[in-house]
């Protein structure tokens, strides 16, 4: 198989026994658990033991569509050094799955800090050079994300007993959060501030007692500050001082309003209700923010050889 040249590797340390770590990677039940990539594995019959376990994968994509896939695996459990390795190769015949044919490994390293658990792999792809473009420029670092987010979800599993569904549930509630925030701030700098000012906007500020003619380079600064805010929530994703910063913004931003311009807040669509929402996602955000999977604590590349 000529794969992309682009193989995928994830290594994670993992502070767990190496025979717990093959079976919660090595058990269908338990692999579909952890690994963001796979709905459902399911072990193919075989009617010798010592041939390769063929198995059955799918995934689901919502809105009732799923890709569905086979393979066969061969595990080794009693190399020399005292690793172990499992090999695989996989493949669909589903038109749409973007995935042809692949191959690759998990390799289970023990040290005295724990095993370290590495995979690589590869595939071929569909659709010619469309597909190939794709895979190159979005479906294959999404693919890395997903395999590193999943080992550091079976780390948390491992070492630490959090089960993998109530993690999901955790990440899910924190990136709704999150994202509530950034559209958020960055809709309130861009449309009544940068594109504006709207009425409102100037009124307020000038109600803090703001000279005239500061007014609107004070709506300017206040808009890119809150943009730079919406970006900060995006890029500093599993740190928590951008939500803390909007939960004191919300505190903050009410109380001087009703000191400022009280008149504001019996409006229709006033600052309390505003910022009730912010400080409401703020604390979602800061309460679920520990112990989250992080593919970023993964190594995405192979250590260098020593000559």
């Known amino acids: 198989m000529a794969g992309s040249g682009l193989s995928i590797y994830v290594e994670r340390l993992i502070r767990a026994p190496i025979d717990a770590l093959w079976t919660h990677t090595q058990d269908p039940a338990l692999h579909e658990r952890w690994d963001l990539r796979f709905s459902q594995i399911d072990y193919l019959p075989r009617s010798d033991p010592s041939e390769p376990q063929g198995f059955r994968y799918t995934t689901r994509l919502g809105f009732g569509v799923s890709v569905s896939g086979e393979g066969t695996t061969v595990g080794e459990r009693t190399l020399p050094d005292g690793s172990q390795t499992s090999a695989l190769r996989f493949g669909s015949d589903q038109a749409r799955s973007l995935i042809r044919e692949g191959r690759g490994y998990w390799k289970y390293i023990p040290t005295t800090a724990g095993v370290r658990f590495l995979t690589s792999y590869d595939y071929t792809t569909r659709y010619g050079v469309i597909g190939a473009l794709f895979d190159r420029l979005a479906f294959r670092p999404l693919m890395g994300w997903a395999t590193a987010w999943s080992f550091d979800r079976l780390r948390l599993w491992l070492e630490e007993g959090a089960d993998p569904a109530r993690v999901m549930r955790q990440a899910i509630a924190h990136g709704v959060a999150r994202i509530g925030l950034a559209a958020t701030f960055a809709y309130h700098g861009i449309v009544p501030k940068l594109l504006g000012p709207a009425p409102d906007e100037l009124a307020l500020l000038q109600n803090t007692g703001v000279p005239g003619a500061l007014v609107g380079p004070a709506i300017v600064a206040l808009g890119v500050a809150e943009v ?76 260098p050889e020593v000559p």
Not at 258 to 264: E, N, R
Request: include cysteine; aromatic fraction near 8%; charged fraction near 10%.
């Open 228 to 303: 730079l805010l919406a970006i900060a929530l995006l890029v500093f994703w599993h740190q928590a001082w951008p939500a803390l910063v909007c939960l004191v913004f919300a505190v903050v931003a009410t109380v001087g309003v009703a000191i400022t311009s009280p008149g504001y807040l019996g409006a229709a669509f006033n600052p309390i209700t505003l910022n009730l929402g912010i400080g409401c996602l703020a604390a979602i955000d800061l309460l679920t923010i520990a112990g989250l999977p992080s593919a970023g604590r993964c190594r995405r590349r192979p250590e």
